[in-house]
């Protein structure tokens, strides 16, 4: 079913209407909807799970965890907002020595918000996943755009999302889903919305962020694009450990039939390692699979035609002639030089989702850096050594182009915690903000100041007695309760 | 003296190959660094308030007053430095029952930034003020781009600058000083710089948004572009203190010469008040004054008669035919109804900068609420009630468009304190963040998450020890120390 736009103009304004209710309910009231929302998904988790195995190929028990992160994501964020930092609230006492009013700072929610659902994650990116999580959260309502790669699971998790949200009395236009390909662009312009969230391609999110951009009122655009995940292994690290990083590598890069936006898709390795050999064995125990869509099922052999065009760039397991269409995609690896990838970033280092990854050999440290320093924007940087060895300057390079620094294990997988950081410099992110984690709510928050403001009208959270008893900042001094 | 595009490209390579140094810099040196700057500003403040007076044509005591709000915004950063809580430390211990991991999260500095200095505040939001201030305090190199208006004064102030930080070991090329209007395009485009902030008008301000977000990796643009501050008064509060109301009005937006981004633009007053004739003798003893450039003197005289030309707009005080050029622009009342502004906001709510404001007679709370609903964002909006008027419908609409809402006095005049927020919606600043008060330094970092992390290579706010003794959230639960 595709939304008319006549039809989005009145979810936007029913959006709009709902926002100040929506703004006022208390934190706990909104706990509520949440924790009534993760339940309910919990209810539903089996026909939920099978519909989704339908639509995107992936597998059960892949599916199963991803609902059970994304009610345990609703229900933390249900804890963070009890908790109440997330709202900042700072007070300077009016000072009449030196003249200063009495200031009170706190966030408010920023609007209504859209968010694009991703294809990869059907539950966690998706109609009720982090980004709806996050807004809903702190008081925005929602109108999210579906995947097409998974339409009848989303106006599923609509349904649920609505019940849920009418049962605890949210008001009506807390939340919406839209659908078809035109509305995506008239949802990003729509005057209406305040904020957008999107995860999926470059491409993609690049057009609706101009979108964004171009408005006669400009609004944050938070998208999550494209990812290439650097890893580095030293040869320390390979000699101590190298077929348990082969299959680690192999298993991480080939899972989700590598649609993960963390999966390591360039992995440095010294030269004359041995790591090849041992991967290609790790690799031929790893099964391929049917892609999420059709057109990530073609995009898949074109994306290793163009890679292995590259004269520097070999074959080393796997094919790169594959089907297309309904046929599994098979895992490939290809290997290339460290010198390569300096001279040719572009071309080399090109997102290329599915189950495939690129070795590039390097002789020295200076030619690994020299090659990293090319390494676009990423959401994870790993690098896999040993106490012997001198990583600091390796360090500080991953770090200025990650927002996720490993040094065990491999990036596919996120824990959905306080301090989880989902956003690297671009591509991989167009802001300086994560989508993952407690702290993806400050999104869709605007701070606002109240001076000189009679208790009467002030919210809860800067009343002198601290009636909701959360942490704020007086006069200076952070103080956690009261 | 105008930099050339070659002279500008060394300056940010100096910057980028410092930026590693400066991030690496303690807090505490950072805070030294902040503090001896203050000294140096202090120690010149006659000689710099002297090339102000004779650049800007503001007095001494405006121009006095300024430099130490501009030194006590440099300690105040300083002090929040050390206190450590804009780090957003963040621990979430391993956790072998769910199988996450140790995440460790921290705010790093984003890197070179360029400042966009403005031409009425000339310490304050020029070449060391709250832009600088915040993006040296958490560790990125400035390029200042000095506003044409006080050239001579910018480049005294950038020698100072640069002396202070040169006698505290601060790395070459932690800032700099460039000027010309192509230069200031190109700084929004250079490759190395990796956020902008910028003071001034919607038109400049727009177009250097627009560079930032075309680029091929875009960067985060803080501009703070107009503002028209709506202030509404109540017909208790007139009755009850209209002499005051007048004469307080009078002052703040005739003050400066009405150049502030936060004058009062625009007020709304009840039918028949009787507050026309006190303003009318308040603002008569109101000295006019010789504005900041020529475009600007040139364009208050414009702006005066785009207003007027309206058939709904009388002139209650003063003369809308000026002169422009050297001459001193005069106060200016104009007046027109609520139910003008609702069907012409573009044209009667533009920003006049001078010694201006427009009053907006009202017949009923309805028909102010329809006009407010018409009124763009704003960085400030200030109400004078009662305590017997209900004002919670007010306080909603005013709060869903500007960043500071007053209830007390008058919006020039903003303190530089933890919580002071100094940002609106669209188009009064073009993201969600503050350019005053402390939280001001969060625009110029970005969050970085290390997983599985040796201590080895952890910054110090995150080490376990935590040897910085600042607040930290661990496994969920904020702390003030350890």
Redesign the interface.
Known sequence: VTTSIAELDTLVEQAQAAA?AVARASDATRAGWLRSLASKLEEHSEELVRIATEETHLDVNRLTGEVNRTTGQLRLFA?AII?G?YL?A???HANPA?G??D???VL?P?GPVAVFAGSNFPFAFSVAGGDTASALAVGCPVIVKAHSGHLRLSERTAEIVTLALQEEGAPAGTFALVSGRDVGSALVQHPGIRAASFTGSVGGGRAL??LA??RP??I?FYGELGSINPTVLTRAAIEARGVELASGLAISFTQGIGQFCTKPGVVFIPDDSGFESLLVDAVSERPGGQLLTERIATAYPEGLRAVSADPDVTVVYGRVDQGGGDSDAEPVVLATSAEAVRTRPETLLAETFGPTTLLVRYSSAPALHAALSQTP?SLTATVHAE?SDD??EL??LL?AR????????WPTGV?V?????H?G???ST?????SV?V?AMRRF??????????AT?LPPSLLESNPLQI?R?L??G?K?QG
Chains 1, 2 share one sequence.
């Open positions: 100040p804890d908790e930092s900042e700072t007070i300077d030196t200063t009013p200031l009170r700072r408010l920023i962020f101009d951009a171009a009122d400009p944050p924007g106490p990583i600091e360090v500080d770090s990650a927002g996720r620094v490993l040094f065990k294990g824990a915690t306080w301090s989880q950081n956003g410099p671009w591509p167009t802001s300086i903000h994560t984690g702290s928050q605007r701070p606002i100041v109240f001076q000189d403001a009679p009208v942490p900042r006069d200076g952070l956690l």
